[in-house]
């Protein structure tokens, strides 16, 4: 029992050890954190600690080397080997023959806890200290606020907060070549769902494609959309129309999704979502409904500002993005240079059949 003990105690300090070496061996970067202040509006001011682009992060950005993790995992062999049954055969011949077995189980067990150990404890170290860095990290104080006093709470609180050097390098996705669908089938009761969904790019406050493919989603698929109109209020056939433009980092998808109140029209539904898509490139809509659609979403955030806690949640997302409420301003400025002809090219470059994705759920037949 006490020599149990005392590999448990050593496989414990072991851990703890290796997990010290892993935040300690990292030397200083940058100087401590730094905080700025922004405010778009009166209301908010916007704190964040001192970071690199994000383009100059990714430039440098580090590459998986094979020949590393090769050997790591030929390391990580060995030293189950060495314990088991190296470590356990080593201590067995030290005992009688009748406690052989028992030292066997008690190496056994005291790596297993070593095992689990890291993978609870020492592996969310190492994660947290990857990606718990002031550069991956934003701070928004919105409110009655003194900047001053705000940016030396952020200083007291963070400002010995130093910066990682790991980079994660998303690998790019290949382009889809052909359609794909996917049918789900639901065991409770419910009205069936079509989701047509196209790859869509990164979010760019800039790129004329990015903000096209927002103005389309409001323009064809809201409420006061002709498509809408018709599939909703006149034909019947469903209840819910929307289609999403989400914001990422890293592509995502334009998806329009319905949902329908007749199961047999379900395949008429999709055709007229696929219809519309397809209409699109060649025929734009007129200027005085895009430019009623531009100020309708400008306006619309303008007035969603009218609550400290309302511009935190508004701008937050768009802070996770670009670190800058000045993205906002940027966005909205590319929202109105958008003409009818860059909405059809970026339905003509964006909506093409070979990469669609159509999913359908639908209640399960008894």
């Given at each position: 029992?006490?020599?149990?003990?005392l590999?448990?105690?050593?496989?414990?300090?072991l851990v703890?050890?290796?997990?010290?070496?892993?935040?300690?061996?990292?030397?200083?970067k940058?100087?401590?954190?730094?905080?700025?202040?922004a405010a778009?509006?009166?209301?908010?001011?916007?704190?964040?600690?001192?970071?690199?682009?994000?383009a100059?992060?990714?430039?440098?950005?580090?590459?998986?080397?094979k020949g590393?993790?090769?050997?790591?995992?030929?390391?990580?062999?060995?030293?189950?080997?060495?314990v088991?049954?190296?470590?356990?055969?080593?201590?067995?011949?030290?005992?009688?023959?009748k406690?052989?077995?028992?030292?066997?189980?008690?190496?056994m067990?005291?790596?297993?806890?070593i095992?689990?150990?890291?993978?609870?404890?020492?592996?969310?170290?190492?994660f947290?200290?990857?990606?718990?860095?002031p550069?991956?990290?934003?701070?928004?104080?919105?409110?009655?606020?003194?900047?001053?006093?705000?940016?030396?709470?952020?200083?007291?609180?963070?400002?010995?907060?130093?910066?990682?050097?790991?980079?994660?390098?998303?690998?790019?996705?290949?382009?889809?070549?052909?359609?794909?669908?996917?049918?789900?089938?639901?065991e409770?009761?419910?009205?069936?769902y079509?989701?047509?969904?196209?790859r869509?790019?990164?979010?760019?406050?800039?790129?004329p494609?990015?903000?096209?493919?927002d103005?389309?989603?409001?323009?064809?698929?809201?409420?006061?959309?002709?498509?809408?109109?018709?599939?909703?209020?006149?034909?019947q056939?469903?209840?819910?129309?929307w289609?999403?433009?989400?914001?990422?980092?890293?592509?995502?998808?334009?998806t329009?999704v319905?949902?329908?109140?007749?199961?047999?029209?379900?395949?008429?539904v999709?055709?007229?979502i696929?219809?519309?898509?397809?209409?699109?490139a060649?025929?734009?809509?007129?200027?005085?409904?895009?430019?009623?659609?531009?100020?309708?979403?400008f306006?619309?955030?303008?007035?969603?500002l009218?609550?400290?806690?309302s511009?935190?949640?508004q701008?937050?997302p768009?802070?996770?993005?670009?670190?800058?409420?000045?993205?906002?301003r940027r966005?909205?400025?590319?929202y109105?240079?958008v003409?009818?002809?860059?909405?059809?090219?970026a339905?003509?470059?964006?909506?093409r059949?070979?990469g669609?994705?159509?999913?359908t759920?639908?209640?399960?037949?008894?």
């Amino acid at each position: 029992m006490k020599k149990l003990l005392l590999s448990l105690c050593l496989g414990i300090g072991l851990v703890w050890a290796g997990a010290a070496l892993a935040q300690s061996a990292e030397p200083p970067k940058d100087a401590p954190a730094a905080a700025e202040t922004a405010a778009p509006t009166p209301a908010p001011a916007a704190t964040e600690p001192a970071a690199a682009e994000p383009a100059a992060a990714a430039a440098a950005a580090v590459t998986v080397d094979k020949g590393d993790v090769a050997w790591m995992m030929t390391a990580t062999l060995l030293v189950v080997l060495m314990v088991l049954p190296g470590l356990a055969l080593f201590y067995g011949g030290l005992v009688r023959s009748k406690n052989m077995l028992s030292v066997l189980m008690q190496v056994m067990m005291v790596f297993s806890l070593i095992t689990v150990l890291w993978a609870i404890y020492g592996y969310s170290l190492a994660f947290f200290d990857r990606f718990y860095r002031p550069e991956n990290t934003t701070i928004l104080i919105a409110g009655d606020l003194a900047p001053a006093e705000a940016r030396a709470l952020v200083e007291r609180h963070w400002g010995g907060w130093r910066r990682g050097s790991y980079r994660l390098e998303v690998p790019q996705e290949p382009p889809q070549k052909a359609p794909r669908e996917a049918r789900i089938e639901w065991e409770t009761h419910t009205l069936p769902y079509v989701a047509v969904a196209q790859r869509a790019p990164a979010y760019d406050d800039s790129d004329p494609d990015c903000a096209a493919l927002d103005l389309i989603s409001a323009l064809c698929f809201s409420p006061g959309s002709d498509l809408y109109r018709r599939l909703v209020i006149e034909e019947q056939w469903a209840d819910e129309l929307w289609a999403n433009q989400a914001d990422h980092l890293d592509p995502y998808l334009f998806t329009v999704v319905a949902r329908v109140k007749q199961p047999e029209r379900l395949p008429d539904v999709r055709r007229a979502i696929e219809d519309e898509l397809d209409r699109l490139a060649g025929a734009p809509p007129p200027q005085d409904r895009l430019e009623q659609v531009q100020s309708h979403l400008f306006y619309r955030f303008v007035l969603s500002l009218n609550r400290s806690d309302s511009v935190a949640a508004q701008l937050a997302p768009f802070l996770a993005l670009r670190r800058t409420p000045e993205t906002v301003r940027r966005l909205f400025e590319t929202y109105h240079r958008v003409t009818p002809q860059n909405l059809a090219a970026a339905a003509a470059a964006w909506f093409r059949p070979e990469g669609r994705t159509v999913v359908t759920l639908e209640e399960k037949p008894q």
